[in-house]
């Protein structure tokens, strides 16, 4: 269970977050807005990169605002960028190994792990293929491969459906919802496409200017008036 | 890519290499010329430091003559206060100086770029002032070991006495240094710097100490610095206080970018550059000082042209003409 309260983050004058709080214990949870809402804040205050202002975070009894985001990334808690950055020159295996670098296990263990996460994302046949010859959506595979490799707790995703295909989206909605099933992570997904949203999640929390204007049950959610105002009327659901 | 040359081949040019650079140079070289490799091959493997910290993070350290200068003081001040072996000395020496550029990279923590080179060669201006003030150990009497006459001797290795064998000797290390090196690069320490060099966050998302790799990358290179100071006191026997200023340290880390600063030939190519040029250009008559205007005509092709500098263009050349044939 993961216990977000009044989180408030302010970037000058910008109220990015203002007062949040959710419990949120569901397998996969969306996080959704317009531009500019503050999904991508609310994700850098749970790993780390933005300090609150105000406001707590607690995870099954761990304060994990006291710890920086390296140490909550080996302690469990995995994330991706909407920007994609991957490292030219490593090899897809190397991209992933990272991830287990921290960790004492055996080599036998570690390549394993990068097997099985390899597999799940479907970049097994390009393990030996350098990071700058991967197309986007080879990229954000590997990110979640990296992701999933040291067995996280957590795993927020800002943004994975950015620029894929009819296909790669399909594939990218099965992946998010064997996540909880294959590796026992909670899922947090950013995304702007709906029908992602509604086909992985069970709940969703809709953000705009800040304020959590909608948290509940994603159809309930994707039906209410004022989230489908925050849309501007492009009607999330149509 | 087409333009990569296997491992395999890329092994075997940098092993023919070293078994020439081991048995054949010294055995053809005259005496002035085993010195001035053997310096070549010293200055190239305190180069390899420098160019480490520079292609892994980005971050440029001015301090690496003077880390030399440190390296080759405790070298010097273990030969005369200990009976060690040259290799306990030499290791030794190699990591105390270490601990120094652990130290010196502390600012990097903090800073980067313009700023961080600036107190690295604040850094280096103050090793100045150190080694003018107390000079090296020449087997005096106290800490500082410094006497008007030197009363003792530097000792070479048991197997390489001779310049000769020395010259051998300095390639083997450097040789090991290098491969230490590529270990690193290889390894968890060069996917962490290659994460942190793409993004930080993204490497603290992956649960890299950013902190500790930067450290870890002065480290190496320090250690790389003290290796080849305390190759330079056994070359030498006796260090001038005048042979570590803190310009020397922005003329070598230009060079390592002009040969290529993410390569070990990068690294020979600019130990050739600082250490033979100069005498080669001095065996005919001309003013030494015309390196520094060879220098800078290279530095200028390096930055215009070659980013990857003059082994980079030997590499890509290479891997072009094979994939053309
Ligand atoms: N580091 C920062 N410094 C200043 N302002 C910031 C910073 N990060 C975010 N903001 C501001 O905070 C607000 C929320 O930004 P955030 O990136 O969280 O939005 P988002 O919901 O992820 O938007 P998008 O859908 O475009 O990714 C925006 O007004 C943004 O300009
Ligand atoms: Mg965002």
Redesign the interface.
């Known amino acids: 269970m993961i216990r977000i309260s009044d989180i408030t983050v302010r970037f000058g004058g910008v109220v990015a977050l203002d007062s949040i709080t959710a419990e949120i214990s569901d397998d996969v949870i969306g996080i959704i807005g317009p531009n500019g809402a503050g999904k991508t804040t609310l994700i850098n205050v749970l790993s780390g990169f933005v300090r609150p202002e105000a406001g707590s975070v607690d995870v099954d009894g761990l304060n994990l605002l006291t710890l920086t985001p390296f140490r909550r990334a080996r302690w469990g808690l995995s994330r991706s960028f909407q920007k994609l950055q991957t490292a030219a020159e490593l090899s897809v295996e190397n991209l992933v190994r990272v991830g287990l670098d921290h960790c004492s296990s055996p080599n036998a263990e570690k390549d394993a792990a990068i097997g099985r996460a390899l597999e799940f994302v479907g970049l097994s046949r390009l393990r030996n293929t350098k990071g700058g010859d991967l197309n986007s959506q080879q990229q954000r595979m590997t990110e979640i491969a990296r992701c999933l490799v040291n067995s996280p707790r957590i795993v927020l995703l800002d943004e994975p459906g950015g620029g894929l295909g009819e296909t790669e989206a399909e594939a990218l909605r099965t992946i998010i919802t064997d996540i909880r099933s294959s590796f026992g992570a909670q899922v947090l997904l950013i995304d702007h496409d709906v029908d992602l949203i509604r086909a992985t999640c069970s709940k969703t929390i809709v953000l705009d200017f800040g304020k959590l204007i909608a948290f509940g049950p994603t159809e309930t959610v994707l039906r209410d008036k004022m989230v489908q105002a925050a849309y501007l009327g492009q009607g999330p659901g149509q | 890519?087409a333009l990569r040359i296997s491992f395999h081949r890329r092994f075997v040019t940098a092993t023919v290499f070293f078994l020439f650079c081991v048995f054949v140079l010294p055995a053809i070289a005259g005496a002035i010329w085993l010195k001035v490799f053997t310096s070549a091959v010293i200055f190239a493997l305190a180069a390899r430091g420098a160019s480490l910290v520079y292609a892994q993070l980005g971050l440029v350290n001015l301090a690496q003559i003077a880390l030399v200068g440190v390296g080759g003081w405790v070298m010097l001040r273990l030969n005369y206060a200990t009976t060690l072996p040259f290799e306990l000395s030499l290791l030794a020496s190699a990591a105390i100086t270490a601990i120094v550029g652990m130290l010196l990279s502390l600012p990097a923590m903090r800073m980067r770029g313009l700023y961080l080179a600036l107190v690295t060669l604040m850094a280096a201006g103050a090793f100045q002032i150190l080694f003018t003030a107390f000079q090296f150990p020449n087997g005096g009497s106290g800490f500082l070991g410094v006497a008007m006459q030197s009363p003792g001797e530097m000792r070479r290795p048991f197997l390489a006495r001779s310049d000769a064998a020395y010259l051998s000797y300095c390639v083997a290390v450097t040789a090991l240094c290098m491969v230490l090196v590529f270990l690193h690069e290889r390894g968890?320490a060069g996917?962490?710097w290659?994460?942190i060099?793409?993004?930080e966050?993204?490497?603290?998302?992956?649960?890299?100490?950013?902190t500790l790799f930067k450290v870890w990358a002065f480290t190496l290179s320090g250690f790389l610095a003290g290796t080849a100071g305390a190759l330079l006191a056994g070359a030498l026997r006796l260090l001038d206080s005048k042979s570590f200023p803190a310009g020397e340290s922005i003329l070598l880390f230009a060079l390592a970018i002009v040969g290529g600063a993410g390569h070990w030939a990068g690294a020979v190519i600019a130990g050739i550059l600082y250490r033979v040029v100069p005498a080669v250009l001095n065996d005919f008559g001309l003013d030494a000082d015309l390196a520094l205007i060879l220098f800078g005509a290279a530095l200028l092709h390096a930055i215009i042209t070659a980013p990857q500098g003059i082994a980079g263009q030997i590499l890509s050349a290479s891997a072009f003409r094979r994939s053309a044939t």
Request: aromatic share 0%; no cysteine; proline share 0%.
């Open positions: 890519m968890k996917r962490g290659a994460l060099r793409q993004s966050a993204n490497a603290m998302a992956a649960g890299v100490d950013v």
